[in-house]
């Protein structure tokens, strides 16, 4: 969230973001409540003084003035309470889901539609045989199984076998192996968590219903996203400056309802409830420049792993209308998947700056002793099984077999460097 005090100093420019963002919030109201609030809190302790003095007294003239002064003061009290605590929910309604300022780099528009490309890596394979989808290999090679998949979870439901189990597994051994290499501090973390990890890292409260709820307890949910427990971890703590950057990173699974993409890519590995994913993590100081530095270095982490998969891939930089309420800036990027003829997101990467941290309350201790709020960042190393449909595409041969690329082939658990059809 950010500063309220930043919001009533240029309600112009916070409109106009939220007109950008497609949020429609009354920016007007929020500073008069804020107002309101501000004024009911200044009544609500002069009041209390007032009772406090009456109270010390009556400790030594306790008469029926006096108590029927106290009464009316609590009577009056309570009622300016009611009202303060009504002001609030107000207040907050509004005010949880300002969006977060965006960066000059950052294109104006309504939708994906007004995404631009950045760049395009890798040539896209030509095939001198019909291709088939990742829906048909997996079948084919029985490595996939969507028909078992469905019967034991419904909708969006598979079974990865044989060696897509294996390649599954593989990936995300490369994708974890990489980031540790390069620095970042691993983690298994809760997917099962509180309601309070989603509102801290934004996503609540605009998208609960993509969220599954565990039914036995009030206060319990599956994460979509290792980035909530990695946030909530250093949530509420002052960390000196010299511990900064913070660079951690995580390996889950998780979970989204795609209630939002209801009648989108129903078939297939590429919108699933449940899948696994490596995850970054930076919290930094506030520093624009020095957070732009890590954006740079988790995007060329991404475009690593990618290059050396030999995947042809595009960045996008995400407009306005595309890029989610609490980013400041964002990146995707994607990868292409013969069977679509086009590219499909695989890694996302965003700059939040202290957006998330100020719901969060992440701060740090600067050289004068002041405590200022962090930035965070986080950006996706790498998501399966998605990412199997580029592998399998791509990789696909005449006669029906599937290449396991190189740089996967130690990973795997038997040494395999193609996926045949069994006999």
């Not at 079974?159 to 897509?164: D, F, I, M, S, W």
């Not at 004068?368 to 990789?395: D, G, M, Q, W």
């Amino acid at each position: 969230m950010l500063d309220i005090n930043y919001i009533k100093e240029n309600p112009e420019l916070i409109k106009e973001v939220c007109k950008n963002k497609g949020l429609d919030l009354d920016i007007d109201k929020l500073i008069q409540l804020d107002e309101h609030k501000r004024q009911l809190l200044v009544k609500i302790e002069t009041l209390r003084a007032k009772r406090n003095e009456i109270a010390n007294r009556m400790k030594d003239q306790r008469n029926d003035d006096l108590i029927n002064q106290g009464k009316l003061l609590k009577e009056e009290v309570e009622k300016l309470e009611s009202d303060f605590n009504t002001t609030k929910v107000a207040f907050e309604e509004i005010y949880f889901r300002v969006p977060n300022i965006v960066s000059a780099n950052t294109p104006i528009g309504k939708d994906s539609d007004n995404n631009i490309v950045l760049k395009t890596v890798g040539k896209i394979p030509k095939f001198n045989f019909k291709i088939k989808d990742h829906i048909q290999l997996g079948k084919d090679l029985d490595i996939i199984d969507f028909d078992k998949g469905t019967k034991a979870h419904g909708s969006r439901g598979y079974y990865l076998k044989n060696e897509g189990a294996m390649l599954h597994m593989a990936l995300i051994n490369f994708a974890f192996s990489k980031i540790v290499k390069k620095g970042f501090m691993p983690m298994t973390v809760p997917t099962i968590v509180k309601e309070f990890t989603f509102f801290n890292s934004g996503f609540f409260p605009y998208l609960k219903d993509e969220v599954f709820k565990l039914s036995n307890d009030s206060d319990a949910y599956l994460a979509g996203t290792s980035e909530l427990s990695l946030l909530a971890y250093y949530s509420d703590e002052v960390i000196a400056k010299k511990q900064l950057p913070i660079k951690i990173c995580a390996f889950s699974p998780c979970y989204r309802s795609e209630v939002g993409s209801y009648g989108k890519d129903t078939k297939g590995l590429y919108r699933v409830n449940e899948f696994l994913k490596v995850e970054q993590v930076v919290i930094c100081e506030n520093d624009i420049a020095q957070s732009e530095k890590y954006f740079n270095e988790m995007m060329s982490i991404s475009e690593e792993i990618l290059k050396e998969l030999n995947l042809p891939y595009q960045i996008l930089n995400l407009c306005t209308g595309d890029m989610g309420a609490g980013k400041y800036f964002a990146n995707d990027i994607e990868t292409y998947m013969p069977s679509r003829q086009g590219y499909g997101e695989t890694h996302s990467c965003s700059n939040l700056t202290d957006w998330q941290a100020r719901r969060s309350n992440i701060r740090f201790i600067d050289e004068t002793n002041n405590k200022n709020y962090c930035f965070a960042l986080n950006n996706t190393v790498l998501a399966s099984p998605r990412i199997l449909i580029a592998i399998l595409e791509n990789y696909q041969q005449k006669d029906g077999s599937v290449k396991i690329p190189k740089v996967l082939q130690k990973f795997m658990p038997k040494p395999i460097s193609i996926i045949k059809a069994k006999k």
